[in-house]
């Protein structure tokens, strides 16, 4: 069934290995060429769908199955009374390219040449203009920078933008594991995942490229074709975050709603741990203490003074039973910052770990002390780490976390036997069991000073307020589509680190609404 999948609806994501199980095991019970029938098919729906006005489209079909796919749409947009050229690359003459298709994507080129299908060996520079390309170039079997050829046909394609660009399963270019596109990648404005959602589609540096995203499973996930691998991921939707979220309103008193208490604000950083504290406030705790660890720090902060500054020692001591302690925003590198999370690596309550906290445990003299008191830890525990924070944790470099950013989640929630957000484009969530989730919301709003902050400070509010880990998902969740609101509601610009609560607050409320507006009759 074709899909348009947004952030309304969590959806399994497949790695290649796990789709190439499903795609053989349907296979194998399905009539010969019956996937890149259905495959092709959905294409061109999707074409005429999405672009109802696009009459003249040029096919860029490579020498593989993604290609065959590519020729079946075709087909079914030509009988449509589309004017369709397909554009053979991957070969010299048109007669080497058709040699080198595997079996399928044969079937379908016989298929064209019985349906007079205009068709010419790809020319990089003589690109042929028109309304829609299909990109059918490269599938998930890509591994490492395309070939030349490919790659300046792709720059040709990507120079265009007076057309719209359909991708076939993904961008061409784009690794469908990891996300990343290690020389030219197509540049899509929609791409239709078959089978499953790859990925790559959904995290890592060049998945943005993917533009709108459609999933269709041609109907193999149903019937006797049930047994499907068990997914490497899943992307968080509205659905799965509504009840992972408390029912604030049924808090008899703010002592039932959970305590925050931040330890951050070094000197010339007091701003990073108010922050955080402000965003558990909106976030529904109960009551939000913060320790700044600037001695020159206000007693009051006179933005929110709902916010209780009290000393570390203070915070340290006397834990609740619903109460999550959140250290590292501001804090900065010294003792006293080191000896506050010692502290706080020791207590038994829920603990989340930010910026400096994290830097505190990957580069200081008493890093190995410090991550063994993590590991023996026995409450929850959340690590919010960016990329250059994640690779000095797996003591590797940024360039390998973004090359595959599950697997750097997984290692670090692995490492540390803890729950982590590894932040960026596609936000990837671990827990210590192992699973993993990546975020569908959120925007280049959010690449503001000060927006982690305010992430760390609702995941805190969040398990303070529902005493489990899985809140976490809701935080991202929530933190990214306030980026989201705020962009449809007042543009791309604007937004500050100080804005994102409160529209976190409006997100939490949409979601709510929906969830309890009367089904129409």
């Not at 003459?93 to 068709?119: I, K, S, V, Y």
């Not at 760390?456 to 899985?470: D, E, F, K, P, R």
Request: charged residues 20%.
């Amino acid at each position: 069934m074709l899909t348009r999948i947004g952030s309304l609806h969590a959806v399994p994501v497949y790695g290649v290995e796990a789709l190439r199980q499903i795609e053989t095991a349907a296979a194998q019970r399905l009539p010969a060429h019956t996937l890149m029938q259905r495959a092709g098919a959905a294409v061109a729906r999707l074409a005429q769908a999405r672009f109802p006005h696009a009459r003249r489209i040029v096919v860029l079909a490579g020498a593989g199955n993604n290609g065959g796919d590519g020729l079946v749409a075709a087909i079914a947009l030509q009988r449509a009374g589309r004017d369709v050229r397909v554009f053979a690359c991957g070969g010299e003459t048109l007669g080497e390219w058709a040699c080198r298709l595997p079996p399928d994507a044969a079937w379908a080129w016989t298929e064209a040449l019985a349906e007079q299908l205009p068709c010419s060996v790809a020319n990089p520079d003589d690109l042929p203009d028109a309304d829609l390309y299909l990109d059918a170039l490269l599938g998930i079997g890509l591994r490492g920078a395309v070939r030349d050829q490919t790659a300046r046909l792709i720059q040709k394609l990507n120079a265009r933008t007076d057309a719209a660009v359909l991708s076939v399963d993904l961008p061409s270019g784009l690794d469908a594991d990891t996300g990343i596109a290690h020389q030219a990648c197509v540049r899509a404005t929609a791409t239709l995942s078959l089978i499953g959602l790859k990925p790559g589609l959904c995290t890592g540096p060049a998945s943005h490229l993917c533009g709108e995203l459609w999933l269709d499973d041609l109907d193999i996930h149903s019937g006797a074709e049930r047994a499907l691998p068990a997914p490497d991921a899943t992307r968080l939707g509205a659905d799965l975050i509504r009840p992972l979220l408390p029912d604030l309103a049924l808090a008899a008193h703010k002592g039932k709603r959970g305590d925050v208490r931040v330890i951050g604000g070094a000197a010339g950083m007091t701003g990073a741990a108010l922050l955080a504290g402000r965003a558990a406030a909106l976030l529904g705790a109960g009551k939000v203490f913060v320790c700044l660890l600037d001695t020159r720090a206000p007693a009051v902060d006179m933005q929110a003074p709902e916010l209780m500054l009290r000393p570390a020692d203070a915070l340290l001591e006397a834990i609740g039973d619903k109460t999550c302690l959140l250290v590292g925003p501001g804090a900065g590198l010294d003792e006293a910052s080191r000896a506050c999370l010692a502290r706080a690596l020791a207590s038994t309550a829920p603990l989340v770990l930010d910026a400096d906290a994290l830097n505190l445990l990957a580069a200081n003299d008493h890093a190995s002390t410090l991550q063994a008191a993590l590991r023996q830890r026995r409450a929850i525990t959340v690590l919010t780490p960016h990329p250059l924070e994640a690779a000095r944790l797996l003591e590797s470099t940024v360039q390998a976390v973004e090359m595959d950013r599950l697997r750097a989640a997984r290692d670090l929630a692995a490492r540390f036997a803890c729950w982590v957000v590894l932040k960026g484009r596609g936000t990837v969530i671990a827990s210590p069991e192992q699973n993993v989730w990546i975020n569908a919301t959120g925007n280049g709003l959010l690449a503001t000073a000060g927006s982690g902050d305010v992430l760390a400070g609702s995941v805190a509010a969040l398990i303070a307020a529902t005493g489990q880990a899985s809140a976490v998902l809701a935080a991202v969740w929530l933190h990214g589509q306030a980026a989201e609101r705020y962009a449809a509601k007042l543009g791309p610009s604007g937004m500050t680190a100080a804005h994102l609560p409160k529209w976190m607050a409006l997100s939490w409320a949409d979601l709510m609404a929906a969830h309890s507006a009367p089904a129409q009759a």
